[in-house]
Structure formats: structure tokens, C-alpha cells
């Protein structure tokens, strides 16, 4: 089983860390790709991709089952969630469980997504708690199958959608810059993580 846990990243904060650590308990058999954008398809990233992959390195060293997944960073253009999907397809095969995890937040916005009615075909979904949002599936996600337990990810390739009670970490990466712009004494985020932005003076000029 391969889980995919996607995101800009920019930077990396404990809900990110949290998020992972609960995805490599819920699939201990798996291998949890944490995979940064290359360039957000909404919104332009406020650091480079270099300094947010350097970032989620340290942040998930360590983390058993975890391997940071540059594959969106090798592509041009912008980073559609279906590529890399088929690009995993291509490399794992038919028959493997292929798991997409998106925070609460993520899934209301699905519908904007390029093709998103492929996402079924291509692999199961699965929801994390994101602190004060709910969960709303777009209409766009209908076709997938509703499961209560994400252990049924394991016995098919794709078409499950399943949620996964992750802890509650009220946390954002637009947060987390604001903080740093104000310099406020502490950041929600790794102390190495802090302690790299601070010496590369990241974040420093954020509205
Ligand atoms: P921004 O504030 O810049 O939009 P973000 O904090 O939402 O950033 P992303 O890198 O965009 O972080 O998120 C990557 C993935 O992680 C998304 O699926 C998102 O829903 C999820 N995620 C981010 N923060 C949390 C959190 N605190 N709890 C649960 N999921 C989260």
C-alpha cells in the first residue's frame, strides 16, 4: 500500500508532523510518500521549492515509514494531484492500494482540482480531521464508496472513501508566516524547522 500526503508545505508545522505520524500508525504495512507541490495550481508559494523540501526533510526524519517524495519538484508546471497518481499507478502497478489523504479543508476545494472525477479511478481517499472545519464532500467525489474503516483500503486498489480521526491540531501554514512576520518568540512548527528559518531569514516580509 502506498499513502499519499501532499501539500506546499511552506512551511512544514506540527499539524503536518502530526498528520504524517498518524498515517504511518493507521497503515503500518505502508509506505506514507509525504510529497511537496512544485507549484501550487491556486496560489504561489512564498519560498522555494528547495527551501520547503529541506524543511520537510527535517521535519520527517525519523518518522518510521515516511519517505519525502520529490516527485512533483522533477515536473513542469503545476502540480495536478491525478498526475502524480498516475505516475504511481504506472510505477506500483493495477493492483496496488494506492491512498489519498487530504485534510477537511483540502476535500471542499476538490471540485476546482484538474479532472477530479478521476480521483476514484485512481485511488481510495481518505479524510483527516483538520481543527474547526467540517467535512463536506463535494458532489464531484460521489462515485467513490463510503467505508467506516480505513483498514478496508488494503483489500482494493481504489474507490474507498474513508476518515481517519486524527488528533485535532489547530495549525496552519498561513499562520505559522504570519507569526514569523510578527516575530512572535515561538512558532507551532519543529524547533529545527524554526531554528532554519531563522537563520535563512525566511517569511521575514509576509503581509
Ligand atoms: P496554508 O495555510 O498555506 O494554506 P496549510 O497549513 O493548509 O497551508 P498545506 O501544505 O496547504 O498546509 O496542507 C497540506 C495538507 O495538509 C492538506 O491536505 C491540508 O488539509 C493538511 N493539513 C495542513 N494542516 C493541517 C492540520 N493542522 N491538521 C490536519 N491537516 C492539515
Redesign the pocket.
Known amino acids: 500500500m502506498q499513502v499519499l ?6 512551511p ?5 508532523v ?2 504524517a505520524e498518524s498515517l504511518a500508525r493507521a497503515f503500518p504495512d505502508a509506505t506514507v510518500h509525504v510529497i ?2 512544485r507549484q ?1 495550481p491556486h ?1 504561489a508559494s ?1 519560498v522555494s521549492a528547495e527551501h520547503r523540501l529541506a524543511m520537510l526533510n527535517m521535519a520527517m526524519e525519523g518518522i518510521p515509514q515516511i519517505t519525502v517524495n520529490a516527485i512533483e519538484l522533477g515536473r513542469d508546471g503545476p502540480s495536478y494531484s491525478v498526475d502524480t497518481l498516475r505516475a504511481f499507478r504506472a510505477q506500483f502497478g493495477s493492483n496496488e492500494s494506492l491512498v489519498l ?7 471542499r476545494a476538490v471540485d476546482q482540482w484538474y479532472q477530479p472525477e478521476m480521483l476514484v479511478k485512481l485511488a481510495h481517499l481518505c479524510i ?4 474547526n ?1 467540517t467535512i463536506e464532500i463535494p458532489q464531484v467525489l460521489g462515485c467513490y464508496q463510503p467505508t467506516d474503516s480505513v483498514s478496508d483500503f488494503s483489500n482494493q486498489a481504489n474507490g474507498l472513501l474513508g476518515r481517519l480521526a ?12 504570519a507569526l514569523i512576520a510578527k516575530q512572535a518568540p515561538t512558532l507551532p512548527v519543529p524547533l529545527k524547522i524554526a531554528d532554519y528559518i531563522g537563520w535563512h531569514h525566511l517569511y521575514q516580509d509576509t503581509e
Not at 500526503?5 to 511552506?10: A, K, M, R, V, Y
Not at 512544514?12 to 503536518?16: D, Q, T
Open positions: 500526503f501532499g501539500g506546499t508545505f511552506d512544514v508545522h506540527n499539524g503536518h502530526v498528520m511537496p507541490n501550487p496560489r512564498q489523504c487530504l485534510g477537511a479543508d483540502a476535500v483527516l480531521n483538520r481543527a472545519q486524527t488528533p485535532d491540531v489547530p495549525v496552519s501554514s498561513t499562520e505559522v508566516r
